[in-house]
């Protein structure tokens, strides 16, 4: 059975039961009232199940839906499955505000096993793009430019960039050979002739500090560049921020996500998120999906 404070006088008004009467039924279930109503000759208590259990709005009323702990009790009893099945029925900010009850390593853990586009999103609310560019780890940036998926059209465009004497050299690096002529045109395309090992090599050879700058310009351009660096590496920039800050970003993810990280909570967490639910849609889902929840509190 289902204890919740229902409310006596919404059933003295509906179904026309005097106060004196009504003060009678202290303590006794909603089933048994309206047992004992229809003992006595009232017509109209014969027909609660279908004025009240299965109307959402009177349901609203008798249970006190809008108090959060009569909606609490209920969700109380419920599954985990169930709940997890009424979060798409929050809001984004329910849902973030769930956010709160896990830990700041299990936080940045579901962060980073959200898509690359919502997490690259999710990090630019508290980063700048030269910020993130300044604490991306070198094999980050190398595993980047050595990518199959980066367009060696866009590389060699952002070559234009660098001076003579830095082509030079990456080209240096890269063959082991002096390099004649500082002509950039002519340096750009002997970088671009060069085998696929070779042109690797040199990229990666470019200095650190330009390797960064020359990424960032790069991705002004096709900001997807951000979405090809690992998850891990974001995860350890967010790291620097409190808590509260990793919370108040995740406005910015889709709301399919945020379901599946409550997911995550036990079942005891998951049903004090639940509990922000709306209680008119709450009490919709009961009427269509928990009659034996219903059950439950009538003989409560």
Same mark, same amino acid.
């Given at each position: 059975?289902?204890?919740?404070?229902?409310?006596?006088?919404?059933?003295?008004?509906?179904?026309?039961?005097?106060?004196?009467?009504?003060?009678?039924?202290?303590?006794?279930?909603?089933?048994?009232?309206?047992?004992?109503?229809?003992?006595?000759?009232?017509?109209?208590?014969?027909?609660?199940?279908?004025?009240?259990?299965?109307?959402?709005?009177?349901?609203?009323?008798?249970?006190?839906?809008?108090?959060?702990?009569?909606?609490?009790?209920?969700?109380?009893?419920?599954?985990?499955?169930?709940?997890?099945?009424?979060?798409?029925?929050?809001?984004?900010?329910?849902?973030?505000?769930? &956010? @709160?009850?896990?830990? %700041?390593?299990? #936080?940045? /853990?579901?962060?980073?096993? $959200?898509?690359? =586009? +919502? *997490?690259? !999103?999710?990090?630019?609310?508290?980063?700048?793009?030269?910020?993130?560019?300044?604490?991306?780890?070198?094999?980050?940036?190398?595993?980047?430019?050595?990518?199959?998926?980066?367009?060696?059209?866009?590389?060699?465009?952002?070559?234009?960039?660098?001076?003579?004497?830095?082509?030079?050299?990456?080209?240096?690096?890269?063959?082991?050979?002096?390099?004649?002529?500082?002509?950039?045109?002519?340096?750009?395309?002997?970088?671009?002739?060069?085998?696929?090992?070779?042109?690797?090599?040199?990229?990666?050879?470019?200095?650190?500090?330009?390797?960064?700058?020359?990424?960032?310009?790069?991705?002004?351009?096709?900001?997807?560049?951000?979405?090809?660096?690992?998850?891990?590496?974001?995860?350890?920039? &967010? @790291?620097?921020?409190? %808590?509260?800050? #990793?919370? /108040?970003?995740?406005?910015? $993810?889709?709301? =399919? +996500? *945020?379901? !599946?990280?409550?997911?995550?909570?036990?079942?005891?967490?998951?049903?004090?998120?639940?509990?922000?639910?709306?209680?008119?849609?709450?009490?919709?889902?009961?009427?269509?999906?928990?009659?034996?929840?219903?059950?439950?509190?009538?003989?409560?």
């Amino acid at each position: 059975m289902i204890k919740i404070d229902a409310d006596l006088y919404y059933i003295a008004n509906k179904f026309n039961i005097s106060s004196q009467r009504i003060s009678q039924y202290a303590g006794k279930s909603i089933d048994e009232i309206m047992e004992s109503e229809a003992a006595q000759g009232n017509t109209q208590a014969a027909k609660f199940d279908v004025e009240v259990l299965n109307n959402p709005t009177e349901l609203m009323k008798l249970l006190k839906l809008s108090t959060p702990a009569n909606r609490h009790a209920i969700l109380q009893n419920l599954n985990q499955q169930d709940l997890e099945a009424l979060l798409p029925l929050l809001e984004k900010n329910d849902l973030v505000f769930g &956010l @709160n009850f896990f830990t %700041k390593d299990k #936080l940045l /853990k579901l962060v980073g096993n $959200i898509p690359k =586009d +919502q *997490l690259v !999103k999710y990090v630019f609310q508290m980063f700048s793009q030269a910020d993130v560019m300044k604490m991306m780890p070198v094999e980050q940036m190398d595993k980047l430019l050595t990518s199959p998926d980066l367009d060696k059209g866009q590389v060699l465009k952002y070559l234009k960039s660098m001076n003579p004497e830095v082509l030079a050299q990456i080209i240096e690096s890269a063959t082991g050979k002096k390099v004649e002529s500082m002509d950039q045109q002519d340096l750009i395309g002997q970088i671009a002739g060069l085998n696929p090992e070779k042109y690797r090599e040199a990229l990666t050879s470019i200095p650190e500090e330009k390797k960064r700058e020359f990424i960032f310009q790069m991705a002004k351009e096709n900001p997807k560049l951000y979405e090809m660096f690992d998850a891990d590496a974001y995860e350890k920039m &967010l @790291n620097q921020k409190d %808590k509260p800050d #990793l919370v /108040k970003a995740a406005q910015s $993810i889709e709301p =399919d +996500q *945020l379901i !599946k990280m409550m997911g995550e909570l036990p079942q005891d967490l998951l049903a004090i998120v639940v509990t922000q639910i709306n209680p008119k849609d709450f009490a919709d889902v009961l009427t269509s999906k928990y009659k034996d929840v219903l059950t439950q509190i009538a003989a409560g």
